[in-house]
């Protein structure tokens, strides 16, 4: 079983920045892919960025690319999302998700576990 908790959501401002964080239990966090979705309300939930066990290879969303950037600590069984010059479109819960097994994914259902999520609001 593993445990993921987000944290890191807030308020911010147009153009501001925010750092979310999941830090996951279990031992072997360092063999898993990591994955961050969201959704807004009314929504269905969305690929944001998805990071591979060495930390070695991302990929982004379109609508993140240049802005969003994904890390990961495996010593600290974290993986962090770094969110720069931040837009109203960009207000959602914010899910990490770990995958157990194969490579990173941009599909949900690739996903085994998943945190309750963070919410990040963005003011105009």
């Known amino acids: 079983q593993v445990q993921l908790v987000e944290s890191g959501g807030g308020l911010v401002q147009a153009g501001g920045s925010l750092r979310l964080s999941c830090v996951a239990s279990?031992?072997?966090?360092?063999?898993?892919?990591m994955g961050w979705f969201r959704q807004a309300p009314g929504k269905e939930r969305e690929f944001v960025t998805a990071?591979?066990?060495?930390?070695?290879?991302?990929s982004y969303a379109d609508s993140v690319k240049g802005r969003f950037t994904c890390s990961r600590d495996n010593a600290k069984n974290t993986v962090y999302l770094q969110m720069n010059s931040l837009k109203p479109e960009d207000t959602a819960v914010y899910y990490c998700a770990a995958k157990i097994a194969g490579g990173t994914s941009a599909t949900l259902y690739g996903y085994d576990y998943w945190g309750q999520g963070t919410q990040v609001t963005v003011s105009s």
């Open positions: 279990g031992r072997t966090f360092s063999s898993y892919a």
């Open positions: 990071i591979s066990w060495s930390g070695g290879s991302t």
